[in-house]
């Protein structure tokens, strides 16, 4: 009884620090994932759309508009909306269908889509030297203004359709994202790891301890490190498939961290083998 009590507080304690090192690199991970497959097109390519059609008038095309778009900050706090807002709908939604429309912010969304059309406008007949006049002007910012709130709607359904392809394991990591971000749940998880820990070395052979202690740490440090690196191939997977190319996902200081453990695991591990032989 002993001994199986020591082995479910071992597995529990591996699992906690997957856990907690994974959770943690959840954090960095998700949100990039959502908008890189999710979001980021549906904006830009509709925001692009939408500029060019109503600068038809004086000669602004799609490329010249792509040439100004990487430098705008506006547009990035519009995609930051929908992240916030599409992590908040996968949450929602459990495993029914998605919906974006109950987690978005129409009114601050459509605010920072006319203001940020008008400085891509700006921006676009300085840099090709396009000369209207200030009635002309203040028409086409009329009229992004008004379209504005439709293309709100457009990006909508845009985003909702992409999120066919959130799978049940991203819906999954979405609920380990909300839930590693309250802090009494990564305290209480910090706590129960270490209690399990204890747990499985204090109620092993009184000899044998340090080497389970280090076999313990050194297969939980493993465990963590496959974890992020099978999440890592995936979600470059999705992003590559849907954008075509793969992007870095920031999570080397996890895997340094899942490193660290495995390292300190094999010290105690070298040290409770070099202090059996002496005795």
Avoid: W
């Avoid at 200030?134 to 985003?159: C, E, M, P, Y």
């Avoid at 044998?208 to 963590?224: D, E, P, Q």
């Amino acid at each position: 009884m002993r001994k199986t009590i020591s082995v479910i507080a071992m597995v529990l304690f591996i699992i906690g620090t997957c856990g907690i090192i994974g959770g943690l690199a959840a954090k960095e991970r998700v949100p990039i994932v959502i908008k890189k497959t999710v979001i980021e097109g549906a904006v830009n390519n509709n925001v692009i759309k939408f500029l060019e059609d109503k600068l038809g008038s004086v000669n602004v095309d799609e490329h010249k508009i792509r040439k100004n778009f990487n430098d705008i900050e506006g547009l990035n706090n519009v995609v930051d909306y929908y992240v916030e807002a599409a992590l908040d709908a996968i949450y929602k939604a459990g495993f029914s269908k998605i919906d974006i429309t109950g987690s978005i912010d129409n009114k601050a969304v459509r605010n920072e889509i006319a203001l940020t059309a008008n400085t891509i406008v700006n921006n676009v007949m300085k840099l090709f030297n396009i000369s209207i006049d200030d009635d002309k002007r203040l028409i086409i910012s009329g009229i992004i203004g008004i379209g504005s709130t439709k293309l709100v709607q457009i990006i909508n359904d845009a985003v909702n359709e992409n999120m066919d392809i959130v799978t049940t394991r991203i819906r999954v990591e979405v609920k380990l994202y909300h839930f590693i971000l309250i802090k009494n749940v990564r305290i209480a998880l910090y706590v129960l790891t270490a209690v399990f820990l204890a747990i499985s070395i204090l109620l092993s052979d009184k000899e044998k301890r340090m080497l389970h202690l280090g076999r313990n740490i050194t297969i939980a440090g493993a465990a963590s490190v496959i974890v992020i690196i099978y999440n890592i191939l995936r979600s470059n997977y999705n992003i590559k498939k849907m954008i075509g190319f793969k992007i870095p996902l920031g999570l080397n200081t996890y895997l340094m961290a899942g490193g660290i453990v495995t390292l300190a695991g094999l010290i105690i591990l070298i040290a409770a083998a070099i202090k059996k032989k002496n005795n």
